[in-house]
């Protein structure tokens, strides 16, 4: 299930994320169509007015009251790639690359917004060479970047792998079933609901995470301070496991850098409590939280042993997070660009007009 209406209480997440393995996609859960939701996508190439739209519709349903959960692009935090309002079972989101979407059940769950019809193709042909260069070396960019985020997820695995030894397997086990008990009774009834999420992504500006939406959705806030990466995957892997077996609905935030394998935070709404891992890359605000320092999980002597090459691991990942991010802004520059030509050929007056009817006919 979706997020639940709420007033005034919207939300950001990322649904795709730039990792080791590329960009990694969890557009198909914008929707439910067999819920009878309906999923509006938006095409037109860059710079066609995806995001100003989308950023209009969210308006427009907090206005009404609806709570609205934004999408932004990890390639562009400042930037919509989607928008979901649960109480009207609707969704609109850009479908572009990287994350293309096309319709499932055309006509009957999704509906194409074409943007395109109000460019004027003919001045972009004039620019042809210019367009075609700067698409290239843009996705030559986000290849380099993979390259690194590549070697940076290597180096994580390493790390964890340095210390899967130190890890007491008890005493994390002991904490987990202790907090679950409290916080949400560990029966096993089952009949658990999971979404999936990035509230942290690989952004241009850096490590971008929504403190702002752990702050709307959770009163409540457990903080796994975790600088080795191990006992607080271990933690809330676990954790997770709990609340779905307890009947909780939990949004899963995964690790951007191993979102096959690690989950960074988790939230449960209906309860107002989130624990999230806080590190170098993500900080996590502790004011008003539990603190929890994980290295109590991990016995001294054997951590002492591979000193150096855990000192040596982490700092080859922060440089190569660094060269990760040099080729993100690198490959922002040239979208920034090519998002100019478009910008220019684009009849905006005919599209404020088709924007108005649109949104009337998405909250009639």
């Not at 990792?19 to 859960?29: A, C, K, R, V, W």
């Not at 490590?207 to 959770?218: I, N, P």
């Not at 090459?309 to 802004?329: N, P, S, V």
Request: include cysteine; charged fraction near 25%.
């Amino acid at each position: 299930m979706l997020m639940e209406n709420r007033v005034n209480a919207g939300v950001s997440f990322f649904l795709g994320a730039n990792t080791p393995g590329g960009f990694f996609s969890l557009f198909d859960e914008l929707y439910m169509p067999k819920d009878g939701w309906k999923l509006y996508i938006i095409k037109g190439g860059p710079g066609t007015g995806k995001s100003t739209l989308m950023k209009k519709i969210a308006a427009e349903a907090e206005r009404r009251g609806h709570y609205c959960e934004r999408i932004f692009c990890s390639s562009d935090p400042a930037s919509l790639d989607g928008v979901i309002i649960p109480a009207l079972k609707v969704s609109v989101a850009d479908g572009t690359a990287p994350h293309v979407l096309e319709p499932k059940y055309p006509g009957v769950s999704e509906r194409i917004v074409d943007l395109g019809r109000f460019r004027n193709d003919a001045r972009l042909r004039e620019h042809a060479a210019e367009i075609i260069r700067l698409t290239d070396e843009n996705k030559e960019m986000h290849t380099a970047c993979t390259r690194y985020l590549n070697a940076a997820g290597a180096a994580g695995q390493d790390l964890m792998q340095l210390v899967s030894d130190a890890l007491d397997t008890d005493k994390a086990e002991n904490f987990v079933r202790h907090l679950a008990a409290r916080e949400f009774g560990a029966g096993a009834g089952g009949g658990g609901t999971v979404q999936r999420r990035f509230l942290s992504a690989v952004t241009p500006v850096g490590v971008h995470t929504f403190y702002e939406t752990a702050d709307a959705l959770c009163e409540r806030k457990i903080v796994l301070h975790d600088e080795l990466g191990l006992p607080a995957a271990v933690i809330t892997a676990a954790l997770c496991a709990l609340a779905l077996e307890s009947g909780c609905r939990v949004i899963k935030c995964l690790c951007p850098l191993a979102p096959e394998r690690k989950i960074d935070h988790l939230i449960l709404p209906e309860l107002s409590l989130g624990v999230f891992t806080s590190n170098e890359r993500h900080p996590f605000p502790h004011e008003n939280a539990k603190n929890v320092q994980c290295v109590r999980f991990l016995t001294k002597n054997e951590t002492r042993l591979h000193k150096n090459r855990i000192r040596f691991t982490r700092r080859a990942q922060g440089e190569m997070l660094a060269e990760a991010l040099r080729y993100q802004q690198k490959a922002k520059a040239l979208h920034d660009a090519l998002e100019q030509y478009y910008i220019d050929a684009m009849d905006f007056d005919s599209l404020a007009d088709y924007t108005e009817r649109l949104i009337g006919k998405i909250f009639e």
